[in-house]
């Protein structure tokens, strides 16, 4: 019963972990499609719109499951880790219990690699993924402007019309 329990706790974490991780990469990939349209030189006003206010959505829908995601793994880990304590001789999912039983040298503690791993993964995903968000507020709100006809060219300079 308790392998079952445990087995099935860390299904769930490493579910959570797996999609962590996919969310950045899809939303990357509908990224770069719409923000061609968006800065295309050919792109209608409309079609500004449209592909900057579904970037907009996009991005946001892709911060919040990243996040989300991340604190279901997070909470998983976090019961995984206290399950061990309580019934088995060895903590496995607490990094720091792993780092003290790590054989040989640390490898990232000098250098100007050992600034960038300290930096947690989530955090920079998360900053790029709100750098979206807040490219795509400034593209709505310039396709709005250039649709209404407060500004007269697009975001390359030439004539819209």
Wanted: hydrophobic fraction near 50%; glycine fraction near 4%.
């Amino acid at each position: 019963m308790r392998a079952a329990l445990l087995q099935a706790a860390e299904s769930r974490r490493s579910t959570a972990d797996v999609l962590t991780w996919q969310v950045p990469a899809l939303a990357f990939t509908a990224q770069s499609f719409l923000l061609t349209i968006a800065l295309g030189r050919e792109t209608s006003d409309v079609s500004r719109l449209v592909a900057a206010a579904v970037g907009l959505v996009v991005s946001y829908a892709a911060l919040h499951l990243l996040l989300r995601h991340s604190y279901n793994e997070r909470l998983s880990s976090l019961w995984l880790e206290h399950y061990e304590r309580v019934h088995a001789d060895r903590v496995l999912h607490n990094p720091a219990d792993l780092q003290a039983v790590a054989i040989g040298p640390k490898l990232w503690d000098s250098g100007p690699a050992s600034r960038l791993i300290r930096v947690k993964a989530i955090y920079v995903w998360a900053a790029t993924l709100a750098f979206l968000v807040a490219g795509n507020v400034a593209l709505t709100v310039y396709a709005i402007l250039e649709l209404s006809g407060i500004v007269d060219c697009n975001a390359f300079g030439t004539p819209s019309r």
